[in-house]
């Protein structure tokens, strides 16, 4: 019976401690629950759409004729990759007269895979433009002779905050009653002021109605109107509708904070001191003699800038000195790893990349690179590299995307340039360079290497910074090739063959078919020219 009773007594208590124990933990603030589901097909977009005017059926009949020679310049209904022909095949034709070949990307996929990658890179595509898109993207026309005046663009706001919407106004015809609505979807709206002889219905509310017999108190009133974000996002935009008796419009306020700057000390004014705005990054595998003659090179030239080295060696091998930072990564993890590793340990405003059979000489002047990108809007700007023949190569490539249709889009690469940069007349505009390059390291940071790629690869960094990187590239700058022209009398070391059997894997490869993999379903191409 006592122990009954204890038992009771026990759970009671265990009981009173749970009950204490959840009322504790439990949010004070009620929070409101927020979708952020990912569904196909935002509504608005298609009501939008709808509204752009039916081609006048009377139009129809107004004759008229084609301009082949700019209708060809829109954009087709998808994209299709066309190699060039015919013409003569020599040895070093494709270096003096490069021609352009196209190539499939989907043989990179068992044609019984196929089917199931398209599909499921359809689904992710679309789960991206979700993400990707918001009412800002969307097209709005504004109609003939609306009596509304409403901003067109440049509102914006910052998360769950409050604006006045400027500019919005009627101006109508001579009326006994003037109204208007004004409704958005991601925030309500208000009034900081109330007008005499203005009856406001909905303030508080994404819908509002603003009525009044007198057009002036209207329009002052008009004028108070509040705009407050109810639905947090980082960065992402509303479309408001402000209507009035027979006419609509649409407008949109941005969402989102501002973007966070990432500054660096530069230091006191005059010369470019290299030792602070920059630091060399490379990665090694295996070729250690090469790697030293690249160290002492800068040496001679940069005695304290900090040089970052990656090393997927098997057996690595201690570099050591002042201003190095040797990072060993797991055997053969592979080149864009590598690239990863040593930008991500850089602290200065800019990094220079090379590769670990560079040579600096007099030539590899670092100070003009700082200052084109000093001065100019660029993120990443080349330089040049020669070859033991006495050889430059800028290896400028132009990087252009043609929308396709469900197979995905078409990637054009093509040699050269854009534009030649004012003011630095050995500078040029592009969308891809060589592996000599000084860039902002918060910008390479942010497009990344693809750690998948492990071997042959460069142009895909740029390829994923496109839209993102403002790319330029000078010939001005150079900087040695250590010799890479392979006699057939002369043997070589162990690890050079191993590097070459790493490095260069033959076409049919794996490697290869990684990388069009990747070139499919990552960045959606169905298949890419070049020259
Ligand atoms: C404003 O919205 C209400 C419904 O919310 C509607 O009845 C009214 O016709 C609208 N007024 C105008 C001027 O569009
Ligand atoms: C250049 O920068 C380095 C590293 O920040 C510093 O140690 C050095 O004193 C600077 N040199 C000059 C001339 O300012």
Redesign the pocket.
Known sequence: MRSLRKTVLLAILVSVVLVLAILHSWPTRAYTTVDLWQRPGPGAERHLEERLPEPDHRSRDIPYRLRESVASLLARNGCMCEGERGGLKLPFTQLLFPRVSAHPLHTAFEASELEEMKRRRAKEYQSFQMRSQTAADVLIVAEANSPLQYPTQGVEVRPLKTILIPGLALQDLPKDHY???ISAKLGTLNVAAEVEGVKVKGDGEP?M?LSSSLLPNLNRQLQYITYTNTLFHPSTADTVQF???GHQAFFIIKIGHGVTPKLYNTGPKGEYNVSALVTIATKTFLRYDKLQDLIDSVRRYYPTVTIVIADDSENPKSVSGPYIEHYIMPFGKGWFAGRNLAVSQVTTKYVLWVDDDFIFTSNTKLERLVDVLERTTLDLVGGAVREATGYTATYRQTISIEPGEENGDCLHMRRGFHHVIKGFPNCVVTDGVINFFLARTDKVQQVGFDPRLARVAHLEFFIDGLGSLHVGSCDDVIVNHATKIKFPWASQSESDKTYTKFRYPPASSDATHTKNGLLFFKNRFQCLTRN
Request: charged letters at 25%; proline letters at 0%.
């Open positions: 109204s208007v609505n819908h109605t209507e009035t008796e």
